[in-house]
């Protein structure tokens, strides 16, 4: 399967934006992919999603209309636009794929995932 690598986080203030990228080393075609996002003891949370088309999105109620997923099949990169950002989304963020096309929000549908980076949010 392919390996996933995110990239982008670090520490930016309350209202900034931040972009992160998930660099795939296989193709990405057919797969849905999405953005999950954990802190220390608690449970991984789902962030956002895609279909392999693009045409369906799922984004989390904390985050939408904030974070912008995207994907780039040409370079096998998917990316989590975020802007307005606030302490609350000061996470590790990591990146996943599910072998199907139709896009979840379920972590457990994901086989593949990333190692993570993390995002800090200053008040």
């Known amino acids: 399967q392919a390996q996933l690598v995110e990239s982008g986080g670090g520490l930016v203030q309350a209202g900034d934006s931040l972009r992160l990228s998930c660099a795939a080393s296989g193709d990405m075609k057919m797969y849905s992919m999405g953005w999950f996002r954990q802190a220390p003891g608690k449970e991984r949370e789902f962030v956002a999603a895609v279909s392999w088309s693009a045409v369906t999105t799922y984004y989390a109620d904390s985050v939408k209309g904030r974070f912008t997923i995207s994907g780039d099949n040409a370079n096998n990169t998917l990316y989590l636009q975020m802007s307005a950002m606030i302490p609350e989304d000061t996470d590790v963020y990591y990146c996943?794929?599910?072998?199907?096309?139709?896009?979840?929000?379920?972590?457990?549908?994901?086989?593949?995932w990333g190692e993570g980076t993390k995002v800090t949010v200053s008040s």
């Open positions: 996943a794929e599910r072998r199907w096309a139709v896009a979840s929000m379920n972590a457990t549908e994901f086989g593949n």
